[in-house]
């Protein structure tokens, strides 16, 4: 139904604007033309398509609600490794599809909502603004707090109550799909930082030729990585396991060790210390052999090995971890027992 097909009476009363006033052309091409002849909305004449539309959009809003609901029962209710057959996509993940799928209807839904009562309720006016300066003057902004004070007459919000109470109903249970996603940041890792898989009677294995460590195999002034025996890298946990067990070994004269604990733990001047920068965590990988300094080559924290590896530049906040080392009866290296402090940087000492 257009305009022209309605009463007169029926029409809503001019709102102060050019409403069908289309400007003459006539002698002049460039004229302005003017508004074309405005078409009022069913909305805007039929009270009862107003309410049909208020009930679409409330009901938009409603299904958001369930959707968002959905989405939080799905990821309670639903294994993480049950999997479901979907053509032509196979096998996936049947709580990955449900998430999608309910997060993506409870945020289509609001928009779907909010589009249908902007393009049905709200106010319909064609306004034709001028360009102005763009300095803000005291009338203007009054201008722009009347407008939208008028914005918010004309958005009918508080009119109509089964709208706002249910977009506000929405908008406010949108947020909890990402609130519940928080639970993936756990577990908390309690105790398991503080410690790795070094055991007393773990052989040293050498990084790059997986074969145990001997006194022999160590020479002064190399620089040999370890890892504990077992460790393997198709191992499910390796990363996380071999990030905080990570040996660096260095052979010293005897005599050259100044710190009387480093010496104690040292098998024949060979020390076994973490290789994780107690900074934030980079792997060491420089040895200066003439000094027995360690370099950290992300943010050159220095480390003195033969003075209990502590910090003599750079942001480390303290030395690194030693583990104790000895050998077994078979002549191979072996830990004695697993590190005294957390590996790694300083704030898990701190916790
Ligand atoms: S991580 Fe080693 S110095 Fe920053």
């Known amino acids: 139904m257009s305009s022209q097909d309605i009463p007169e009476k029926n029409l809503p009363a001019e709102q102060g604007h050019a409403h069908g006033a289309v400007g003459t052309v006539e002698g002049d091409p460039f004229a302005d033309p003017g508004m074309p002849p405005h078409e009022h909305r069913i909305q805007d004449i039929d009270e009862r398509a107003a309410k049909r539309s208020e009930r679409v959009v409330a009901l938009l809003f409603t299904v958001s609600m369930l959707a968002t609901i959905g989405f939080i029962a799905s990821y309670v209710a639903i294994p993480h490794d049950k999997s479901i057959y979907l053509f032509p996509l196979g096998h996936i993940s049947a709580q990955n599809f449900a998430l999608g799928v309910t997060l993506g209807v409870a945020l289509f839904t609001i928009g779907a909502g909010a589009v249908h009562w902007a393009r049905t309720l709200m106010s319909d006016v064609e306004i034709a603004d001028e360009r102005h300066a763009i300095e803000a003057p005291a009338e203007v902004s009054e201008k722009v707090k009347a407008d939208f004070r008028l914005g918010a007459e004309e958005s009918q919000l508080g009119r109509r109550k089964l709208i706002r109470n249910t977009m506000f109903g929405a908008l406010a249970l949108v947020p909890l799909s990402g609130v519940v996603l928080l639970r993936d940041l756990g577990p908390l890792p309690e105790e398991k930082l503080r410690h790795t898989i070094w055991r007393k009677g773990k052989l040293l294995v050498n990084m790059n030729t997986d074969e145990p460590l001997r006194p022999s195999d160590v020479a002064v002034g190399s620089l040999t990585f370890a890892k504990p025996e077992g460790l393997e890298e198709h191992d499910h946990d390796f990363q996380n396991e071999i990030a905080k067990a990570a040996l660096m070994i260095v052979r010293l004269q005897p005599d050259d060790i100044k710190d009387k604990r480093e010496l104690e733990w040292s098998h024949e001047g060979i020390v076994a210390y973490s290789k994780i920068c107690t900074h934030v965590g ?17 943010h050159q924290s220095t480390f003195d090995l033969s003075d209990g590896a502590r910090v003599i530049f750079g942001p480390a906040g303290h030395a690194l971890p030693q583990l104790r080392i000895g050998v077994n009866d078979e002549g191979y290296l072996e830990a004695l027992g697993d590190f005294e402090e957390p590996v790694g940087p300083a704030f898990w000492e701190r916790g």
Do not use: A, D, F, R
């Not at 792997?283 to 300094?293: A, N, V």
């Open 282 to 298: 980079c792997p060491i990988s420089l040895y200066e052999q003439q000094t027995h300094h360690v370099l950290c080559p992300c």
